[in-house]
Antibody, heavy 120, light 107 residues
Framework: QITLKESGPTLVKPTQTLTLTCTFS??????????VGWIRQPPGKALEWLAL???????SYSPSLKTRLTITRDTSKNQVVLTMTNMDPVDTATYYC????????????WGQGTLVTVSS | DIQMTQSPSSLSASVGDRVTITCRAS??????LNWYQQNPGKAPKLLIY???SLQSGVPSRFSGSGSGTDFTLIISSLQPEDFATYYC?????????FGQGTKLEIK
């Protein structure tokens, strides 16, 4: 059974760096073809894809946010970490991590999401 | 980035109705199109992948079709649990952009 869960601060101040951790079970990020992505959703708005990391450590980022994002993995802990620098109130959103398979691009298992509010 | 445009943005329908939601890509994405259902306060749920493949466990009243730039999600007979917001997502190229969503409401 695949599960994912996001964790991190619920409130950050403008200009601070956000660090979110996705802890998963039921699969390994060392297994060929496996990936974990991050997607966010501002309140009342649409989904926005942020970043993706694969089993081979290949990474991709949203072009509009690339300079602010870093995605890493810790296969021993079954975790993926997303950092986003220089947070702004417009970054207030629910942040999700999700499982994908290389070549599919669809996200078949999602975490419950974590709401991050950016406010001074 | 490939832009994904859904129509309509919102839709009112009744239980038992047949509903069609469309998604258009700004360039050809072959069949790299996925559909998700999202209920309020919940994570999205994958319904359809690769344009027309039904995700395991999803009721057969959901179906998808299309290729290239134009895609369709059909719900053949609406059930009460189907009133939700639906998103398309292209997975042809990074970033895997989503449509703006279609909110399906009870008439």
């Amino acid at each position: 059974q695949i599960t994912l869960k996001e964790s991190g601060p619920t409130l950050v101040k403008p200009t601070q760096t956000l660090t979110l951790t996705c802890t998963f079970s039921g699969f390994s990020l060392s297994t060929t073809g496996v990936g974990v992505g991050w997607i966010r959703q501002p309140p009342g708005k649409a989904l926005e894809w942020l970043a993706l990391i694969y089993w081979d450590d290949d990474k991709s980022y949203s072009p509009s946010l690339k300079t602010r994002l870093t995605i890493t993995r810790d296969t021993s802990k079954n975790q993926v970490v997303l950092t986003m620098t220089n947070m702004d109130p417009v970054d207030t959103a629910t942040y999700y991590c999700a499982h994908t398979i290389y070549g599919s691009g669809s996200y078949d298992y999602w975490g419950q999401g974590t709401l991050v509010t950016v406010s001074s | 980035d490939i832009q994904m445009t859904q129509s309509p943005s919102s839709l009112s329908a009744s239980v038992g109705d047949r509903v069609t939601i469309t998604c258009r890509a700004s360039q050809s994405i072959s069949s790299y199109l996925n559909w998700y259902q999202q209920n309020p306060g919940k994570a999205p749920k994958l319904l359809i992948y690769a344009a027309s493949s039904l995700q395991s466990g999803v009721p057969s009243r959901f179906s998808g079709s299309g290729s290239g730039t134009d895609f369709t999600l059909i719900i053949s007979s609406l059930q009460p649990e189907d009133f939700a917001t639906y998103y398309c997502q292209q997975s042809y190229s990074s970033p895997g952009t989503f449509g703006q969503g279609t909110k399906l409401e009870i008439k």
